[in-house]
């Protein structure tokens, strides 16, 4: 995994801009911290900073083509290529040369015989730039779920770009503005593809090609969930689930570093430890390696909230010794998660204020720093949900009537809700409600469907399509940026484009056979599983229950309101935030009762870390 930046401009020499370009670059090595390459041309200058993690003599970056001595394309690319070795072998036999073994080079010499029609030859995680030197071109292309980042900023005379919004604020030119629809898009747990926060900056889309050429921008679709006849039987389902999650463990297993499995006890990321443990031992190799998180005091003090009815501590146990896994629990506390340092490090590896979610966010952080120590490559659990329906929302009554977001509804809703302490006004102003609903029918307006395709089945596709283009983007962002800000480079085998066209087509009646979530999962995986794995319900990642947590948001809160020039002061209502102060703090504290000190809060952090004006 790596960090990419650059620059094009069609009326500019950028040859004299190589402090800028360097700067942009340097803002990625957290995401690169092993080498870092600048590649300059009178109208291009390609930034990259590398994780070494295959061919790591041969994969150095940026990466020029040439034949005949001649410069033909040059390549910034960060993710991983899991067919990269079929690849390769197709384009030697197409007369291709290749001097490395890297998967990058592959990459590269698919431009040049494929063109922009290369993404479709991908199965990975990826986004990379292809500044084409023979037609003075740039291609920007992410994988099809968005794994990985990709920001861009368009010009009057080109582009500038890069994993993450800091390489292109980085550029002198960039102002750091927010308008409505920005701050409306931080208050609102809905996320709108392209949308970059930041006014004038935008996301590739996942599945997605944005082509700069002088003539100007253009984007291309090459890949999107499609409505397709599911003929198989459940048995075959279930069969082909299976096979389809081997075969893509196995691909994720490929690495020159030391790789390992993040582990929760529940049913997705103990499927993908306990398939990669299979997968290691029958090629002879060691025991899997895995990591998991807990807090000090959880095991003896865990109460079920309406998120998590159990702790996650035993389950995991029952996996690693029924693998034999290489295990270990990185255990913390409230003082850690509420460390200045830490938490400024999860903001700087943002660019935006981590408003959801709350806890996660420094855990993550805290989670990553500690495996980073023993790995650089580890696999998750992540769009398992979305993708055989796990969440609690797609067995609610009410969701099926609903003319919202599923995860906004009446039971998870308040979970999501940060806006309490806010100026009634100014949320009068951001019309959050007409925002939501218009995103929501947009969303709807996409959806594939089958030819008379009705009923439950239409809508189980539908609420399936917002969480897999909605929702599970908001958790892979977070996983992104809280590996990488560490340099680890985490790896999402339910992303794997063939399973999620797949489970994506199976009937729901499919997906929910056994009257319990995730049917399909749980029965392509429970052989290798614990049976007390097998029948746990639903646990999200955990978070802490302590008190203690809570009481250091309100005192930071306080201090906030009493500074009397915090930028956060204009935008709440501040006899609301007083008498969220005043009330007393209870024994157990959670996520959902948090979530309004937490909004807040990190939006008053990034406003004054990255000096943003609002243009309200």
């Known amino acids: 995994m790596c960090g990419i930046a650059g620059w094009v401009d069609f009326q500019r020499n950028l040859t004299q801009e190589r402090s800028t370009a360097q700067a942009m670059t340097v803002t990625m090595t957290c995401r690169g911290p092993d080498a870092e390459g600048l590649w300059l041309a009178p109208h291009a200058a390609i930034g990259h900073r590398r994780l070494?993690?295959?061919?790591?003599?041969?994969?150095?970056?940026?990466?020029?083509?040439?034949?005949?001595?001649?410069?033909?394309?040059?390549?910034?690319?960060?993710?991983?290529?899991?067919?990269?070795?079929e690849l390769r072998s197709e384009l030697i036999s197409r007369g291709h040369r290749f001097r490395t073994q890297s998967d990058t080079e592959v990459v590269l010499r698919a431009y040049l015989e494929w063109g922009q029609d290369l993404a479709t030859k991908l199965n990975g995680m990826f986004a990379f730039a292809v500044?084409?030197?023979?037609?003075?071109?740039?291609?920007?292309?992410?994988?099809?779920?968005?794994?990985?980042?990709?920001?861009?900023?368009?010009?009057?005379?080109?582009?500038?770009?890069?994993?993450?919004?800091?390489?292109?604020?980085?550029?002198?030119?960039?102002?750091?503005?927010?308008?409505?629809?920005?701050l409306r898009e931080i208050l609102d747990m809905v996320k709108t593809p392209e949308h970059a926060i930041f006014t004038g900056m935008s996301e590739?889309?996942?599945?997605?090609?944005?082509?700069?050429?002088?003539?100007?921008?253009?984007?291309?679709?090459?890949?999107a969930?499609?409505?397709?006849?599911?003929?198989?039987?459940?048995?075959?389902?279930?069969?082909?689930?299976?096979?389809?999650?081997?075969?893509?463990?196995?691909?994720?297993?490929?690495?020159?570093?030391?790789?390992?499995?993040?582990?929760?006890?529940?049913?997705?990321?103990?499927?993908?430890?306990?398939?990669?443990?299979?997968?290691?031992?029958?090629?002879?190799?060691?025991?899997?390696?895995?990591?998991?998180?807990?807090?000090?005091?959880?095991?003896?003090?865990f109460v079920p909230d309406p998120l998590r009815s159990t702790p996650d501590a035993p389950f995991v146990r029952d996996l690693a010794e029924l693998v034999q896994a290489d295990h270990k629990e990185i255990l913390l506390d409230s003082d850690d998660l509420s460390d200045p340092a830490v938490r400024a490090a999860v903001l700087a590896a943002t660019d935006l204020p981590p408003v959801w979610y709350g806890d996660l966010w420094p855990s993550l952080y805290l989670l990553f720093r500690a495996v980073r120590e023993r790995s650089t490559v580890a696999l998750s659990g992540e769009s398992a949900d979305e993708l055989f329906g796990g969440y609690?929302?797609?067995?609610?009554?009410?969701?099926?009537?609903?003319?919202?977001?599923?995860?906004?509804?009446?039971?998870?809703?308040?979970?999501?809700?940060?806006?309490?302490?806010?100026?009634?006004?100014?949320?009068?102003?951001?019309?959050?409600?007409?925002?939501?609903?218009?995103?929501?029918?947009e969303a709807i307006a996409e959806v594939p469907v089958l030819p008379g395709e009705a009923g439950l089945e239409k809508r189980m596709r539908e609420l399936s399509y917002l969480n897999l283009t909605r929702f599970v983007n908001t958790l892979l962002d977070r996983k992104d940026r809280m590996s990488m800000a560490v340099g680890l480079e985490v790896r999402v085998p339910f992303c794997d484009h063939?399973?999620?066209?797949?489970?994506?087509?199976?009937?729901?009646?499919?997906?929910?056979?056994?009257?319990?979530?995730k049917s399909l999962l749980r029965?392509?995986?429970?052989?290798?599983?614990?049976?007390?794995?097998?029948?746990?319900?639903?646990?999200p990642y955990p978070s802490t229950q302590d008190s203690g947590y809570e009481k250091k948001l309100r005192d930071r809160l306080a201090e906030v309101v009493s500074s009397g020039n915090a930028p956060i002061l204009p935008l709440l209502d501040l006899s609301s935030v007083q008498n969220r102060l005043n009330r007393p703090v209870s024994s157990e504290s959670t996520q959902i009762t948090r979530i309004d000190l937490e909004v807040p809060l990190s939006l008053n952090s990034w406003l004054e870390s990255y000096q943003v004006t609002l243009d309200l």
Not at 53 to 79: C, H, N, W, Y
């Open 204 to 223: 590739v889309r996942p599945g997605h090609v944005v082509r700069v050429r002088r003539q100007g921008l253009s984007k291309h679709e090459y890949w």
């Open 392 to 441: 609690s929302w797609f067995h609610d009554p009410e969701v099926l009537t609903a003319e919202t977001f599923p995860w906004l509804t009446s039971t998870p809703g308040p979970f999501y809700d940060g806006t309490p302490l806010f100026d009634k006004t100014l949320l009068g102003r951001l019309d959050l409600q007409g925002r939501r609903r218009d995103s929501y029918h």
């Open 131 to 182: 500044w084409d030197i023979r037609s003075e071109e740039l291609l920007l292309v992410r994988d099809r779920m968005g794994v990985k980042p990709l920001y861009y900023y368009p010009t009057p005379d080109g582009v500038l770009f890069g994993s993450e919004p800091k390489a292109i604020l980085a550029n002198p030119d960039i102002p750091r503005r927010v308008d409505i629809d920005g």
């Open 52 to 85: 070494s993690v295959i061919d790591l003599e041969g994969g150095k970056q940026p990466m020029v083509a040439e034949e005949g001595g001649r410069p033909l394309a040059v390549l910034t690319f960060s993710g991983e290529i899991y067919n990269y070795r």
């Open 523 to 539: 029965a392509a995986t429970k052989d290798v599983l614990p049976q007390s794995i097998v029948e746990r319900v639903k646990a």
């Open 498 to 517: 063939r399973l999620v066209e797949y489970v994506f087509n199976a009937p729901w009646s499919m997906k929910k056979f056994d009257g319990r979530e």
């Open 225 to 301: 969930l499609q409505a397709k006849e599911h003929e198989d039987s459940l048995e075959k389902t279930i069969t082909t689930v299976r096979e389809l999650l081997e075969d893509i463990v196995s691909r994720q297993l490929i690495s020159d570093v030391p790789l390992c499995s993040l582990l929760s006890g529940g049913l997705d990321s103990s499927a993908v430890t306990a398939l990669a443990a299979k997968a290691l031992k029958d090629q002879g190799a060691g025991p899997v390696r895995s990591f998991s998180v807990d807090f000090v005091g959880a095991a003896e003090n």
